[in-house]
């Protein structure tokens, strides 16, 4: 189950305990401090996930969502977004991207790698399906 | 006949012939009836005593009276029996009183129509100046009278080509509506509308329509008072934007508390420096979270206009170089050099100490926040005779501000992208330092700053404190 698993925030804390809390959980973690970073990291070394905050400076987790979508050698990547309520996110933009779920700050690291479970063993299960 | 004649030469330029008429009557005791009858007739024309009167002359007076006498003794009467020349002088006395009291009465009646047209002439003007939209519609709804504002905000002309009826449309209907609906609720009738953006105004309107009545208490008209309320939809929408940022703002360090809180909680900070790291954490982003709150009650009460300052003479020349030695440390850590240069004069200003410090020690912590590794920090302080003003400034070798970020860095919560990086402060420090420079003490605060080569943010701050307070 455990795999590749790319954190993507702009606050060092928030990078730093969802590092701990995943690595804990025996994933392996990289950390992105916005999307062109996020998107820098990628190119060489391609996450099963990837969690990002969604108000960043440079490229924000929307943006970063869409480039994703965009790449074919990316496409394929899930991704679970940490939102805040009253930013007014437009969701509809994408919905033909890699958008799997979204948690709202201030979150529960607990809840985030629940999240991040669910949605490997969902891609898991499709995959041994298919 | 010849006394009826003089008689009618004399009433001929009167306009009071009830005098007459008195004279007439004392006239016939003496001189029979023929003679009163005369005078009498006489008595609703009238002139040449008039003209006595106008002249204020003796002679006349004289042939007046020789003329009277004349007539009485044609007609057989004593002149001197009848008294005619007493009467003739009371005659000329009472008529000379009436004239008088006439002309101050037109006098009166002039002035009083001066004075109604000059009362009427500044109501119009009044309403036609009024800050408020006002308009006013007769009995008939059509209208009369308007101000600038109002007439503006219905879409109509200003002044007397918007006189009239209201032109014809969906907007007019709905008010006119309203119009009826309040002048049938009788004199303490009231209705209150709401018109949306769009229509001839373009604008967003509240109404309030108001019926008049007369003194008989007929309605004759109505009063409206039109409100722009787009100011007011702006005032909303900024709050609800400032309300956004600053919850994300409240919820960034809230984050960090909460998941913190519970990796300890969970166990997962194994060792004893891993626990330590989520305990520093916690405090540090409470503290944060302190401050935030800090900053943010603080900038609203001044712009609500409630902070009280406590005026004293300030000497801001000591305050800097107090200020400079409390943020050396954390100015040594970065191995910074921070300088004060404080000029030699009468650096005393008029102001809040507290609150000065505040600004000085928001523009001394950002230079250090903001400024690499052994830069360099040169806070100055001066006086300015020209303008009366101490100015203040902290000179940074930091990484700069783009040109058209400039004014920018003095709103709320307001971050340059790549500061982000070096630091986390509030958002609100400059923000709350404009307040206190500009709303507080009537000054100024501006940066100059080249990308790359370094910042310089300077305030200047009046000596003497010109007294009231400029609106928040």
């Known amino acids: 189950m455990p795999g590749r698993i790319l954190v993507v925030d702009d606050e060092s804390h928030i990078r730093q305990v969802l590092t701990l809390k995943l690595r804990n959980a025996e994933f392996e973690v990289e950390a992105a401090e916005d999307g062109e970073d996020a998107l820098a990291r990628i190119a060489g070394w391609k996450p099963d996930l990837v969690i990002t905050d969604l108000q960043m400076p440079y490229l924000d987790g929307a943006a970063l969502i869409e480039r994703l979508a965009v790449d074919p050698a990316t496409a394929d990547i899930p991704v679970l977004l940490l939102t805040a309520r009253g930013y007014g996110l437009d969701t509809s933009r994408l919905a033909e991207t890699g958008l799997r779920d979204m948690v709202a700050k201030p979150f529960s690291p607990r809840q985030v790698l629940d999240k991040v479970r669910e949605i490997l063993s969902g891609d898991a299960a499709r995959g041994e399906a298919a | ?472």
């Open chain 2, 1 to 472: 006949m010849q006394a009826a004649t003089i008689a009618r030469s004399i009433a001929t330029g009167l306009t009071a012939g009830a005098a007459i008429g008195a004279v007439a009557a004392v006239v016939s005791r003496a001189a029979g009836d023929a003679a009163a009858t005369s005078l009498g007739a006489a008595a609703g024309t009238g002139a040449a005593v008039g003209t006595v009167l106008a002249l204020g002359c003796s002679a006349a007076r004289e042939r007046l009276l020789a003329r009277v006498r004349d007539a009485l003794a044609e007609d057989g009467a004593d002149a001197r029996v009848v008294g005619v020349e007493g009467a003739v002088d009371a005659l000329l006395a009472r008529l000379a009183h009436e004239r008088q009291a006439t002309q101050a009465v037109r006098r009166g009646l002039e002035i009083d129509s001066r004075v109604a047209r000059s009362e009427l002439d500044r109501l119009r003007r009044a309403v036609g100046h009024a800050p408020e939209g006002l308009v006013v519609l007769d009995g008939a709804d059509e209208v009369v009278l308007t101000s600038t504002a109002g007439a503006a905000r219905l879409g109509i002309p200003d002044g007397d080509e918007g006189k009239g009826p209201l032109p014809p449309g969906g907007e007019t209907d709905i008010v006119l509506r309203a119009v009826r609906e309040a002048r049938a609720e009788g004199p303490a009738g009231e209705r209150r509308l709401e018109l949306p953006e769009g229509g001839r105004a373009n604008i967003e309107r509240e109404i309030t329509v108001r019926p008049l009545h007369d003194a008989e208490g007929r309605p004759d008209g109505s009063v409206l008072l039109v409100r722009d309320l787009s100011h007011e939809r702006e005032l909303g929408r900024m709050t609800s934007e400032f309300v956004a940022k600053a919850s994300h703002e409240l919820r960034t360090p809230l984050s960090s508390i909460t998941a913190y809180a519970e990796m300890l909680v969970d166990g997962e900070a194994q060792d004893d420096a891993a626990r330590r790291e989520c305990y520093e954490v916690i405090e540090g982003e409470a503290s944060r979270l302190g401050r935030l709150i800090d900053d943010m009650l603080d900038i609203s009460r001044i712009e609500a206009g409630l902070t009280r300052v406590e005026r004293t003479s300030v000497d801001l020349g000591d305050l800097m170089r107090r200020t400079v030695e409390s943020i050396q440390p954390q100015a040594h850590e970065k191995e910074q050099h921070l300088q004060a240069r404080v000029a030699e004069v009468d650096l005393r200003v008029e102001g809040d100490r507290d609150m000065l410090q505040r600004v000085i020690v928001n523009l001394l912590s950002n230079a250090v926040k903001y400024t690499p590794e052994g830069g360099r920090i040169v806070a100055s302080v001066d006086s300015d005779n020209l303008t009366g003003s101490i100015v203040l400034a902290v000179e940074d070798t930091g990484m700069g501000i783009p040109p058209d970020r400039l004014e920018k860095v003095f709103e709320k919560f307001y971050r340059i992208e790549n500061y982000e990086r070096m630091a986390r402060g509030t958002g609100l420090g400059l923000n709350l330092c404009r307040h206190i420079v500009e709303s507080l003490h009537a000054g100024q605060i501006g940066v100059e700053s080249e990308l790359g080569r370094g910042s310089k943010f300077w305030i200047s701050v009046p000596m003497r404190h010109a007294g009231g307070r400029a609106a928040a």
